[in-house]
């Protein structure tokens, strides 16, 4: 959200005739802010379709690209026959005392006083709508009532709570049980609350089980957009990305691995909570306390081709390459000025051919395993994937934050000159 154009946030919808700050005469919404976000979430073309064809969102020739729905905006908790229909059910909330009070009008970050980490911006819906729809937001009046307590709000059935995005870039999990008049100071940008944030787990009546959808290349292209986002806040918040893992001393004064990158992304993918837990434990990620937590790995590690079992057991396929001739080394940051090749050819985070535990600091993949190329070691980068024409392949987050899909037989060359930042080869993502 922070790189919409001229430093505003879309409107909740444009209207009929000219650029979404203009309104026509008879005030009909042209298009959703999803389609106003497209050159963001690499989908410049479908966006020069669209304007190409200067109609509104259910025109004849636009009801044509509903299908082209980008993967961003499809929820793994909706069923694949709602996301081949280009229906999402992540939304905004409009009207007044909303982040979005209404069509046409942008405003900048600061028009949240009560702080961008203590406001949402966008929600799950309990109602799938187009991602093309203009009026498919969801209205403060009907948000405010709290989550999955009424038909069209906030929520998924079943799910227990829902998935937030907040102003800061963070997307944490709400539990239902969380109460209505906290969602309503979190919504409203300006009512000077600032509550705390309750996490799922926290209150004090029973866990309801959440049921985690079958992950599947959506799960996986989501999730690695998250953490291209959490990588570059925390870049944001430190001014280098961090390294492969920490470390610390043993007790013969050797430095062994402590904890990895995943763990360190937490705070960053709304995940304090454990972060604060594990810190608290204050031992190695195998420690005997630590070992419990194992099976709390956050969703945003959740990849296609993992079982329930593994999912169960806090297992994850998303790996970073590391070695010299990568970003990520051991007691070693980087931060972008030394991306030489660019942030847009260099690859950042990968799918490890077998899964290992989410919070092992020495489970990423060796330079030297991963340039042997795709599928060649079960240490290396993996092929669990297909794309949406049945291509299998694997898919990376690249630093700029968008994510590419490799085919199974990409040149080995062509991807050792993507893992490497500084080797002078501008090699463009297929």
Not at 154 to 167: C, D, E, S
Request: a neutral charge; aromatic letters at 10%.
């Amino acid at each position: 959200m922070r790189t919409v154009p001229y430093n505003r946030l879309p409107s909740a919808s444009g209207f009929l005739s000219g650029p979404p700050t203009t309104v026509a005469e008879k005030e009909r919404p042209l298009h959703s802010w999803r389609v106003h976000l497209l050159p963001f979430v690499q989908g410049q073309a479908l966006y020069d379709e669209i304007m190409q064809n200067n109609e509104p969102w259910d025109s004849e020739r636009n009801k044509l690209l509903h299908a082209k729905m980008p993967a961003v905006y499809a929820n793994p908790a909706l069923s694949e026959e709602d996301i081949k229909k280009g229906l999402t059910n992540y939304v905004f909330i409009t009207g007044k005392n909303a982040p979005f009070p209404g069509p046409n009008r942008q405003d900048t970050l600061a028009y949240f006083r009560d702080g961008t980490s203590n406001q949402i911006m966008a929600v799950e819906s309990a109602a799938p709508v187009c991602w093309m729809d203009p009026a498919g937001d969801m209205d403060f009046e009907i948000a405010k009532k709290g989550i999955n307590k009424v038909k069209n709000g906030i929520g998924i059935p079943g799910q227990g709570g829902a998935h937030v995005l907040f102003g800061d870039g963070s997307v944490q999990f709400l539990p239902e049980s969380t109460a209505p008049a906290i969602i309503e100071a979190l919504i409203n940008p300006n009512d000077g609350q600032r509550v705390e944030i309750p996490r799922a787990g926290s209150d004090t009546r029973p866990e309801r089980p959440r049921k985690l959808p079958k992950p599947n290349r959506v799960t996986t292209v989501n999730n690695l957009k998250q953490l291209a986002l959490a990588m570059h806040n925390y870049h944001d918040t430190r001014a280098e990305f961090p390294s492969v893992y920490t470390e610390h001393e043993d007790k013969n004064g050797n430095k062994v691995p402590l904890y990895s990158w995943r763990v360190m992304m937490l705070p960053y993918i709304g995940e304090s909570a454990l972060w604060d837990e594990i810190m608290t434990n204050n031992e190695p990620w195998d420690g005997d306390r630590n070992k419990l937590l194992h099976a709390k790995m956050p969703a945003a590690y959740i990849s296609s081709g993992l079982t329930p079992e593994e999912i169960a057991k806090g297992h994850t396929t998303f790996a970073v390459v590391w070695g010299e001739k990568t970003v990520f080394q051991p007691g070693k940051r980087f931060s972008f000025s030394r991306l030489e090749d660019g942030t847009s050819n260099t690859g950042m985070i990968f799918q490890r051919k077998t899964s290992f535990c989410w919070m092992d600091p020495t489970a990423d993949i060796p330079f030297a395993v991963a340039v042997k190329g795709l599928g060649k070691d079960d240490k290396g980068i993996g092929v669990p994937d297909k794309n949406s024409n049945g291509k299998k392949g694997t898919y990376c987050a690249a630093f700029d934050g968008a994510v590419h899909f490799l085919p199974g037989d990409f040149d080995a060359e062509f991807l050792e000159a993507i893992i490497n930042p500084n080797d002078g080869r501008s090699v463009t993502f297929p």
